[in-house]
């Protein structure tokens, strides 16, 4: 019996721009009395399904937007004869629509880390249970991943978590929802053990794939003071001193190092955490702006966001402490209007962030937005393809609508047609040129308009364009891209590197 985890994908790379971590974590909690387990990442190259025998356990890991891919796999695996076992967040909401259209013997709903074992002996013994509960495993029980079964030369960064959950409830998005409101961070000792493990194989990048890195802010902090409530005082100062205290260590690793992560705007608030990040060499961070309205952050319950001026100076805050930002905005809310886009571009590059992702407001499952979408849609169902609407991730890709929900003043091709021309004026070649100045070397600036380019073609067209032929255009020059651009990344490797002591 061997054990093949899938990151499904309908579209491969050759090259990958970060490691699928959960096949490595879910590696690391497999038996090792069974082997070291096949990973397969689809966005490499696709599964090979001769590679499967009968009585072979296939764990699959969906997320919403590679379901569909993911059930093809399923049940061309369970034809073979394998045990099929779904994961992930698609599958957590979702666990009936594994078994009716994945061919899933079992689903794991929540975190995989310490169930996974049971998964397996019961494959072994023939007899995988229809559902198994993973539950939120705490901080210090998150498996470790197994970075030796890494394929050499094929990933751009690697990543590693520190945190899974966030306090915040913001309409659009389903990690606090799945993941919990509480923080549940892991220790220095296993995160740093993990980056010096891959900085020793020549990972210099790494991105820190938390939910919310800035997990305590000095809102919480006032409130609990202000309730005079002492034991939340003392969690949430417990929390922050594990923050600094990794960060402290991070600060001991070599200067070629850099991570990324995602934080919250409140960060530029305090300068103390800031500067902690930029000497731990977290040189970057995913900022979720959203909208430049109030109008609009109020659409989206994410109030504690800034706006206008006071938006364009937090996000300069980052940038003068050294924490360069890829800040996320969202089109279609509400109250958006057709000047709303300019207004964003000319923020966007006002604001001096260095990168920037333009999405469609779009209702995810698991998310309050999906929650009020889908009982709106009760009365005016449409079907694709005899598809419901609501169940959007099973209409096949070609057919699949880019918008959903009806806007008070713009069509939705209006919507996507304006949301497509910001990411060209974002990424066009003199704005990323420029924005391109505070990198001091001429070869630092010709891989950051590089990345800027690979980074548009992976996620811009291919998230939003409606039309095959630009479609496939993207993703040939994504292929032709991340080559060369990998090699920007790769570090050389430093197998004496030492993990940092604690610093307490
Ligand atoms: S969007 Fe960010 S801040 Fe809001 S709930 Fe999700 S992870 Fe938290």
């Known amino acids: 019996m061997r054990v093949h985890l899938v990151n499904p994908s309908d579209v491969a ?45 296939v764990g699959i890991g969906i997320h919403t937007a590679n379901a569909l891919r ?19 967040i698609h599958a957590t909401l979702y666990p009936e629509e594994s078994h009716e ?7 794991v709903k929540g975190d995989g880390d310490l169930v996974w074992k049971s998964v397996i002996e019961d494959c072994r013994r023939g007899e995988p249970r229809r559902v198994y509960e993973g539950g939120r495993v705490e901080g210090g029980q998150f498996a470790s991943a197994r970075w030796d079964l890494l394929p050499p030369k094929r990933y751009m960064w690697a990543s590693v978590q520190t945190v899974r959950g966030c306090p915040k409830h913001c309409s659009f998005c389903s ?38 890195f800035y997990p305590v802010t000095f809102t919480d902090i006032k409130l609990a003071e202000e309730q005079n409530n002492t034991a939340r005082l003392a969690e949430l100062r417990a929390t922050r001193a594990e923050r600094f205290e990794l960060m402290a260590r991070l600060a001991q690793l070599p200067n070629d190092m850099c991570f990324f992560t995602q934080i919250t705007m409140e960060a530029a608030e305090d300068p103390e955490f800031l500067d902690a990040m930029r000497a ?11 909208s430049v309205t109030p109008e609009g952050l109020k659409d989206i319950y994410k109030e504690f966001n800034a706006a206008g001026d006071d938006l364009v100076e937090r996000l300069r805050t980052f940038r003068r402490h050294g924490v360069y930002v890829l800040g996320s905005f969202i089109f279609g809310l509400p109250s958006d209007r057709p000047s709303t886009f300019d207004a964003t571009a000319a923020l966007a590059q006002k604001a001096q962030i260095a990168f920037a992702q333009f999405v469609m407001l779009t209702p995810f499952p698991g998310t309050v937005d999906f929650i009020k979408w889908e009982k709106s849609m009760e009365s005016k169902m449409v079907h694709i393809g005899g598809v419901p609407l609501t169940r959007r991730w099973l209409i096949p890709p070609a057919q699949r609508p880019k918008l959903y929900w009806e806007h008070p ?53 291919t998230g939003i364009a409606t039309d095959s032929a630009r479609l496939a255009w993207s993703a040939r020059w994504a292929r032709v891209l991340a080559k060369p651009t990998r090699l920007l990344f790769a570090g050389r490797p430093m197998p004496e590197l030492k993990v940092p002591a604690s610093v307490n």
């Open 13 to 57: 790379f050759g090259t990958a721009v970060i490691t699928p971590r959960w096949m490595y974590v879910i590696a690391s909690a497999t038996p090792r009395d069974v082997g070291d387990p096949v990973l397969v990442d689809e966005t490499l190259e696709p599964l090979d399904l001769a590679s499967l025998q009968a009585g072979d356990v």
């Open 70 to 88: 993911g059930y093809a796999i399923g049940k061309a695996a369970r034809e073979r004869g394998a045990y099929v076992i779904f994961g992930g």
């Open 101 to 107: 259209l994945g061919g899933a013997h079992g689903v």
């Open 175 to 212: 990690v606090w929802r799945t993941d919990g409101q509480k923080p549940r961070q892991r220790t220095s000792d296993a995160v740093v053990e993990e980056v010096v493990q891959l900085r020793r194989m020549g990972f210099k990048f790494i991105a820190l794939a938390d939910d919310n």
């Open 280 to 290: 731990a060499h977290i040189k970057g961070a995913l900022v979720g702006v959203e």
């Open 409 to 461: 003043v713009m069509s939705m091709d209006e919507i996507r047609e304006r949301t497509q021309s910001v990411w060209d004026t974002f990424y066009s070649l003199k704005p990323t040129w420029e924005r391109s100045g505070f990198i001091k070397s001429w070869k630092g600036r010709v891989a950051f308009t590089l990345i800027s380019k690979l980074y548009r073609q992976m996620y811009a067209d």
